[in-house]
T-cell receptor, first 118, second 111 residues
Framework: GAVVSQHPSWVICKSGTSVKIECRSL??????MFWYRQFPKQSLMLMAT?????????EQGVEKDKFLINHASLTLSTLTVTSAHPEDSSFYIC??????????????FGPGTRLTVL | GENVEQHPSTLSVQEGDSAVIKCTYS??????FPWYKQELGKRPQLIID?????GEKKDQRIAVTLNKTAKHFSLHITETQPEDSAVYFC??????????FGQGTRLTINP
């Protein structure tokens, strides 16, 4: 149990275009999902916390108009990188917090999406 | 806000020896401390966690200790094997279940 999927696993796009990444909890309901960014050989940096049915809470320094987050259901959150630039190239990973039947402290991570902006 | 420091950044041990990774945190309100293992290009995988009401937890070759007074916690891996080679991250949970991660430790097990 507690499987989180992400789609796509990798994407290459041109500078100035937008990219949408989906994060799904496959076998549990996730009222809270988190989006992280990880640059090569670095740690995971939290970008935002996404709660189902409400606006996301962004970490300091993360542009909410550039990284649009939508958490429309208990199993799906999306991250849209708008007007992507080469500096946005990174590994984006989502996680979902456990709910009923699972530890509510534990975060289960998706496999990540490698974004390359040309 | 919470700040987590992790040491060492790289660690190389002989197969069969023990490995210890240490983390300190700054926010005394943090009450949940997980450890994740991440292989290259893969997702972080939870290997063990500890809550603030417990001082030590063990799962086979892996153990975690927590010293709330000193605000530090450590990961211990005994009888290391080549498949233990990976990057390990500690994390602390201050508020709203969000996690603040340490910088990571690249562990290499030499055959």
């Amino acid at each position: 149990g507690a499987v989180v999927s992400q789609h796509p696993s990798w994407v290459i796009c041109k500078s100035g275009t937008s990219v949408k990444i989906e994060c799904r909890s496959l076998d549990f309901q996730a009222t809270t999902m988190f989006w992280y960014r990880q640059f090569p050989k670095q740690s995971l940096m939290l970008m935002a916390t996404s709660n189902e049915g409400s606006k996301a809470t962004y970490e300091q320094g993360v542009e909410k108009d550039k990284f649009l987050i939508n958490h429309a259901s208990l199993t799906l959150s999306t991250l849209t990188v708008t007007s992507a630039h080469p500096e946005d190239s990174s590994f984006y990973i989502c996680s979902a917090r456990g709910s009923r039947g699972l530890s509510t402290d534990t975060q289960y991570f998706g496999p990540g999406t490698r974004l390359t902006v040309l | 806000g919470e700040n987590v420091e992790q040491h060492p950044s790289t660690l190389s041990v002989q197969e069969g020896d023990s490995a210890v990774i240490k983390c300190t945190y700054s926010d005394s309100a943090s009450n949940y401390f997980p450890w994740y293992k991440q292989e290259l290009g893969k997702r972080p995988q939870l290997i063990i966690d500890i809550r603030s009401n417990v001082g030590e937890k063990k799962d086979q070759r892996i153990a975690v200790t927590l010293n709330k007074t000193a605000k530090h916690f450590s990961l211990h891996i005994t009888e290391t094997q080549p498949e233990d080679s990976a990057v390990y991250f500690c994390a602390a949970s201050p508020v709203a279940q969000k996690l603040v991660f340490g910088q990571g430790t690249r562990l290499t097990i030499n055959p």
